[in-house]
């Protein structure tokens, strides 16, 4: 079974703040299943963004564990912004969450597709 999106975020937010980064909810989702989109923000104004991933990236032994794709990496906050706009239009009951936090480490799993 998967956790609640509010509860998920909140983790998340937590997990941040205690390795000394900062976390924010820039725009509040559905509390039970929203998606959930993760904007990392960089000292030199760049930023990367995160997204849900795919179905494919799950299989038959899932243990409910939220896992994310990497859309944009070390963008102009320009491009990440104008991604969110189309994302949120989309899907206006999306979570957004904003890091400022250097390496995101193990904070949440990032799949790739090699």
């Known amino acids: 079974m998967r956790l609640r999106s ?15 980064g900062f976390a924010a909810v820039e725009h509040k989702g559905a ?18 963004l995160f997204a849900p991933a795919p179905q494919n990236f799950f299989d038959a032994e899932d243990d409910g564990q939220r896992k994310f794709e990497t859309r944009l990496v070390r963008a102009e906050a320009d491009d990440v912004r104008k991604a969110l706009e189309s ?28």
């Open 6 to 20: 509010e509860i998920y975020v909140s983790a998340l937010v937590r997990r941040v703040f205690s390795q000394g």
């Open 31 to 48: 509390e039970q299943a929203g998606a959930i989109f993760i904007r990392q923000r960089f000292r030199d104004g760049l930023e990367s």
């Open 87 to 114: 994302e949120l239009r989309f899907d206006p009951d999306l979570w957004l969450v904003e890091l400022e936090i250097d390496e995101i480490g193990d904070l949440f799993p990032v799949v790739t597709s090699g």
